[in-house]
C-alpha cells in the first residue's frame, strides 16, 4: 500500500493549512509527511490517538512506513496526532482527498464508466450513554431493517458498475429513506443505474428515462401479496450484477476494522469516511497500481489490530523504545483523544 499512496497529491492538499514555525520561532511541527503517514495509518488499522503513539513506540515496521529513525527523531505524542486528525475536518479536507485519489486512479486509468450501483449500509453507533453528555449521541437516530432495529447512520454510495470504483459517497442520520440522497450518488454520465428495492420511485424513473438510458430497480412485492416468480427471478439478476457493491463496504469492516461509529456527531464520521473509502479505493486496485508503476517489493506491515493485544505484545518483544511516563488517567489504549 506504500508504494499505491499518492503521496505527493496528498501532501500538496494538506500543506497550505499545516502548521508553521512563526517569524517568533519556536519548536518546528513534526514533518507532514510523517504525520500524514501515521494519520494512514490509523485509518488502515483503527487506532486511536493514544493506541497510534503507543504503535510507534513499539513497532519496528510503523516507525518505518512513517520515516522515524530509532534514535534520531522524536516520536508524535497522542495530542500531535490527534491535531493533525482535525486539521483535515477542521478545513474540509476529506472530500477533496477522497476527489484527488480518484483523480489519481483515473491518471492510472481506472475511469469511470457507464454504469452505477447504489447501495446504502447503515452503520452502528454505540447507544450507551455511560459520557460526560449522559446521553446517546443525538445526530444519530434509529431505523428498522427487517426485523431488527438499529441506531446509528447510513453511508450511501455509488460504484462503477464495471470497475467497482466508488466514486460518489453521502451520508445521512439512520432514519433518512435511502431514495432522499439518489441523486447525490450520480456522476451524471451514466447510462444504466441499478439499485435495491428502496429506490423505487415513479418520478425517479421518469427523471432517467430516454435514449440509451436504463435503469435496474429491483421488484417489490405487492402489499400483502408476494413477488411474482418472473420478478423473483428479475431479482435475483440485478442482485449479481449489484453484487460489485459491496466491495468497498467489505474493505472498510474485514481490511480496516470499521464495524461502527468511531466518533461523536455526524461531521466526524462524514470526514473519516471520506478517508477510509478513498484508502478502500486503493486497496481495492493495488495490485493494478503496482503493476501500472512498476513497484518493487515492499516490507509488509504487520497486521496488528488495537484490540489484539497477544499480537502486540508479540511486536514489542523487539526494538522498542523507551516511553515517557504515563498519566494514571489515561483512556483505553485504542481510544481516540475525542471518543464518545
Known amino acids: 500500500m506504500e508504494a499505491v499512496v499518492p503521496w505527493p497529491r496528498l501532501l500538496a492538499l494538506i500543506e497550505?493549512?499545516?502548521?508553521?514555525?512563526?517569524?517568533?520561532?519556536?519548536?518546528?511541527?513534526?514533518?507532514?509527511?510523517?504525520m500524514l503517514r501515521v494519520h494512514v495509518l490509523q485509518q488502515w488499522y483503527a487506532l486511536g490517538d493514544p493506541m497510534?503513539?503507543?504503535?510507534?513506540?513499539?513497532?519496528?515496521?510503523?516507525r518505518h512506513f512513517a520515516g522515524i529513525e530509532l534514535g534520531d527523531d522524536r516520536i508524535p505524542d497522542e495530542t500531535t496526532i490527534l491535531d493533525l486528525r482535525h486539521l483535515p475536518e477542521k478545513h474540509q479536507l476529506t472530500e477533496r482527498l477522497f476527489a484527488d485519489v480518484?483523480?489519481?486512479?483515473?491518471?492510472?486509468?481506472?475511469?469511470?464508466?457507464?454504469?452505477?450501483?447504489?447501495?446504502?449500509?447503515?452503520?452502528?453507533?454505540?447507544?450507551?450513554?455511560?459520557?460526560?453528555?449522559?446521553?446517546?449521541?443525538?445526530e444519530m437516530s434509529s431505523t428498522k431493517k427487517g426485523n431488527e432495529w438499529y441506531f446509528g447512520m447510513k453511508a450511501h454510495v455509488g460504484v462503477d458498475a464495471e470497475n467497482g470504483i466508488l466514486h460518489s459517497l453521502d451520508t445521512a442520520t439512520a432514519r433518512v429513506h435511502d431514495s432522499r440522497v439518489w441523486d447525490a450518488l450520480l456522476h451524471g454520465d451514466e447510462t444504466s443505474v441499478w439499485a435495491d428495492k428502496g429506490y423505487v420511485s415513479a418520478t425517479r424513473e421518469a427523471a432517467f428515462s430516454?435514449?440509451?438510458?436504463?435503469?435496474?430497480?429491483?421488484?417489490?412485492?405487492?402489499?400483502?401479496?408476494?413477488?411474482?416468480?418472473?420478478?423473483?427471478?428479475?431479482?435475483?439478476?440485478?442482485?449479481?450484477?449489484?453484487?460489485?457493491?459491496?466491495?468497498?463496504?467489505?474493505?472498510?469492516?474485514?481490511?480496516?476494522?470499521?464495524?461502527?461509529?468511531?466518533?461523536?456527531?455526524?461531521?466526524?464520521?462524514?470526514?473519516?469516511?471520506?478517508?477510509?473509502f478513498a484508502l478502500g479505493?486503493?486497496?481495492?486496485?493495488?495490485?493494478?497500481?503496482?503493476?501500472?508503476?512498476?513497484?518493487?517489493?515492499?516490507?509488509?506491515?504487520?497486521?496488528?489490530?488495537?484490540?489484539?493485544?497477544?499480537?502486540?505484545?508479540?511486536?514489542?518483544?523487539?526494538?522498542?523504545?523507551?516511553?515517557?511516563p504515563r498519566p494514571r488517567n489515561r483512556r483505553s489504549r485504542s481510544g481516540s483523544s475525542d471518543d464518545p
Open 102 to 138: 480518484n483523480r489519481h486512479l483515473a491518471d492510472q486509468g481506472i475511469t469511470l464508466r457507464s454504469g452505477t450501483l447504489v447501495d446504502a449500509t447503515i452503520i452502528d453507533t454505540p447507544s450507551s450513554t455511560k459520557n460526560e453528555a449522559k446521553a446517546r449521541d443525538p
Open 281 to 324: 479505493n486503493l486497496f481495492l486496485f493495488r495490485r493494478r497500481l503496482l503493476a501500472e508503476i512498476g513497484a518493487c517489493h515492499r516490507t509488509p506491515i504487520p497486521a496488528i489490530r488495537a484490540d489484539r493485544s497477544d499480537e502486540i505484545a508479540g511486536v514489542t518483544g523487539q526494538g522498542a523504545l523507551a516511553r515517557p
Open 52 to 62: 497510534a503513539e503507543e504503535m510507534l513506540y513499539d513497532s519496528d515496521a510503523m
Open 210 to 276: 430516454g435514449p440509451g438510458k436504463f435503469r435496474s430497480v429491483m421488484r417489490k412485492a405487492p402489499k400483502g401479496g408476494a413477488l411474482h416468480p418472473v420478478d423473483a427471478d428479475i431479482n435475483r439478476i440485478i442482485g449479481m450484477i449489484r453484487a460489485r457493491v459491496e466491495h468497498p463496504f467489505r474493505v472498510l469492516e474485514r481490511q480496516f476494522g470499521y464495524p461502527e461509529t468511531r466518533y461523536r456527531d455526524l461531521a466526524k464520521n462524514r470526514a473519516q469516511l471520506f478517508t477510509l
Open 16 to 34: 497550505p493549512h499545516y502548521p508553521r514555525v512563526g517569524p517568533k520561532g519556536g519548536r518546528s511541527p513534526m514533518p507532514l509527511e510523517t
